[in-house]
């Protein structure tokens, strides 16, 4: 992949460096198009430096400086299953029992190494960059920048994240849940509902009670991206998810937190188009409910 590229048409008078400015791109990555040489900006198809003052309809290109791995970063050529992908982004469906991020054993591989992998294979000229997270045991779609730049628009947008989970009990029908969560004392993992914590907010929907196993599907909405939200949020109520020993889960029906990321909406960082991405439930979570989607 060649370096990513812009291009916009001056609507006014103004300097260059303001321009790009308000086209979100960063003093950081000005700074290493002047001095990397690894991208440029040109005006009418002339490289410019951003001292340049603009007049009204000048055409202004820009191409993004390419990015390295570090020496120390690890990569594995892992098959990875991707939803969508174009030259901005890509949305990955990660399995359940892999860290999105590595971690401080380096006997776990990541997800994001993984990707590493990818981008080397592919030839990329850019590095990735993990836009959303999950939980190492969730499974679900996460998004990946393929620069910096895409990364610092995706920060700016809004996205709609839902989850289907199994959560002990026969859950409420709808409810939305308002507990401020904090780092739970002496433990570095686990949180909880706390008067001293941050704000969180998520909503739940009740699909389907399954009374012979007295336990319920349930549809989430994070409002806000608390560590371990949805997992404290049901443990405070009283509906536990299903395999989520650290916040006393049954395991009884699955080993690992029955919580997986379905969908995601969310506008486009350059076009604006609205993306909405669906994926099915996991294989271990639909041989306990018979659950497809729609």
């Keep these: ?40 900006i040109k005006v009418n198809g002339k490289e410019e430096n951003v001292r340049y003052f603009l007049k009204k309809s000048d055409r202004v290109k820009i191409a993004l400086p390419r990015e390295y791995f570090k020496p120390h970063i690890r990569y594995f050529y892992d098959d990875i299953n991707i939803i969508y992908e174009d030259k901005y982004f890509l949305v990955v469906n990660k399995p359940p029992y892999i860290a999105t991020i590595p971690s401080r054993d380096e006997n776990e591989k990541s997800l994001l190494e993984e990707i590493n992998g990818y981008f080397l294979n592919k030839k990329y000229s850019t590095i990735p960059h993990v836009v959303t997270r999950l939980d190492k045991n969730t499974s679900g779609l996460v998004i990946i920048a393929k620069h910096r730049h895409i990364h610092s628009l995706f920060s700016k947008i809004a996205i709609d994240k839902y989850y289907l989970a199994l959560a ?127």
């Excluded at 291009?7 to 002047?34: H, M, P, W």
Aim: hydrophobic content about 35%; glycine content about 4%; some cysteine.
């Design 1 to 40: 992949m060649s370096n990513l590229e812009f291009e916009y048409v001056a609507n006014c008078n103004q300097k260059l460096r303001d321009f790009l400015l308000e086209k979100g791109i960063s003093r950081k990555t000005l700074t290493k198009i002047k001095f990397e040489n690894t991208g440029f």
């Design 168 to 294: 002990a009990k026969k859950a409420p029908t709808k409810k939305i849940i308002e507990a401020k969560i904090a780092r739970k004392k002496d433990s570095i993992i686990e949180r909880e509902v706390s008067p001293v914590g941050k704000y969180a907010k998520t909503s739940l929907e009740r699909i389907k009670y399954y009374e012979d196993k007295d336990f319920s599907l349930v549809k989430l909405k994070l409002y806000t991206g608390r560590t371990h939200q949805i997992r404290v949020h049901l443990s405070h109520i009283g509906h536990n998810i299903l395999g989520d020993e650290l916040y006393g889960g049954d395991l009884k029906l699955i080993k690992r937190q029955a919580l997986h990321c379905y969908n995601l909406i969310f506008p486009h960082p350059i076009n604006k188009e609205i993306l909405n991405i669906k994926i099915d439930i996991p294989k271990d979570m639909k041989k306990i409910t018979k659950y497809a989607p729609k």
